[in-house]
C-alpha cells in the first residue's frame, strides 16, 4: 500500500478525529482545516489563509443554543437561575479547554508555538471553531449530536463541579510523609490515529498507578488518579 503524502495524510487525520469524537463524517473539508488553524501559523501569516477566529464566533453561539436546549428539555422545571449557571459551566472556558485536552486537538492543531507548549485556550478555541465547523458541513442536528455526545462521554458537568488536581493533592500527601512522588513517561503509541502517553507514578518508589492520556499533562492526572484512589479509597 503506498504511503500517504502529507497533506493527504493530514486530511486522513482530521476526518477521523471528526468520525471519532463528533460522530459525523466529513462531507466539505475546509471548515474543519480553517477550524484547525491559528493565526500564528504559516499558512496564515504567510500564504494569507482565513484563521479559525471567525468559525470560533459561529462555534460560540451554536454551542450556547445546543447546551441551553439540553438543559431546557433535561430540568422542565429547572429554575432560571440554576439553569444559567449550569449552562455558563458547561460552555466556560476552563470546560473547552479542558474538553480539548481530553480529546487531544493540539495535535491537529496548527499553530507555532514552541513543543510541548500548546497554551490551554488555543485548545478552547479550537473546539469552538470545529463546533462551528460541524455545523457548516453537517447542520445543527448533527451538530447537537456531536456536541452532547462529548460533554455526556467525558462526563463534563460532573467533572467541573468536582475537578480535583490529583496530581498537586499526591504532591502534598507526598510531601507531608516525605515521600518522593515521580511520573515517568513508560509508552508512546497511537489509537485511532491519535497520539497517545502512558504515563506511570511512583510514590516512594513503589508503583501506584499508571493510566494514558492525549498529552502527558493529561497522561500525569489520570495517574495521580489512580494512585490518589489507592491511597484515599475513592476518586
Known amino acids: 500500500m503506498p504511503l500517504l503524502s502529507g497533506k493527504n495524510a493530514r486530511e486522513s487525520q482530521i476526518k477521523r478525529f ?3 469524537h463528533f460522530g459525523a463524517r466529513v462531507g466539505r473539508l475546509a471548515p474543519y482545516e480553517e477550524a484547525l488553524r491559528h493565526s500564528s501559523s504559516v499558512a496564515c501569516q504567510r500564504d494569507g489563509l482565513p484563521s479559525n477566529e471567525r468559525l470560533e464566533f459561529l462555534g460560540d453561539s451554536v454551542l450556547d443554543m445546543i447546551v441551553v ?4 428539555r ?14 455558563s459551566r458547561l460552555v466556560s472556558r476552563e470546560a473547552l479547554n479542558l474538553l480539548g485536552e481530553e480529546i487531544g486537538v493540539e495535535h491537529l492543531l496548527d499553530a507555532q508555538t514552541g513543543k510541548g507548549n500548546v497554551h490551554p485556550s488555543l485548545r478552547g478555541n479550537a473546539m469552538e471553531a470545529l463546533v462551528g465547523a460541524v455545523y457548516l458541513d ?9 456536541v452532547l455526545k462529548l460533554l455526556h462521554r467525558y462526563d463534563m458537568e460532573q467533572r467541573l463541579q468536582e475537578r480535583v488536581d490529583f496530581k498537586s493533592k499526591l504532591h502534598e500527601w507526598g510531601q507531608k510523609r516525605k515521600k518522593r512522588v515521580e511520573f515517568k513517561v513508560i509508552r508512546e503509541f497511537k489509537r485511532d490515529g491519535e497520539q497517545r502517553y502512558q504515563m506511570q507514578v511512583r510514590v516512594g518508589g513503589k508503583v501506584m498507578g499508571s493510566a494514558d492520556g492525549t498529552s502527558k499533562k493529561s497522561a500525569e492526572q489520570a495517574a495521580a488518579r489512580v494512585a490518589c484512589r489507592h491511597i484515599f479509597g475513592d476518586d
Request: glycine share 14%; charged share 40%; aromatic share 6%.
Open 18 to 20: 471528526i468520525r471519532r
Open 69 to 72: 436546549d439540553m438543559l431546557f
Open 74 to 87: 433535561k430540568f422542565p422545571n429547572g429554575d432560571e437561575g440554576a439553569m444559567t449557571r449550569m449552562k
Open 138 to 146: 453537517k447542520g445543527i442536528m448533527k451538530t447537537r449530536r456531536g
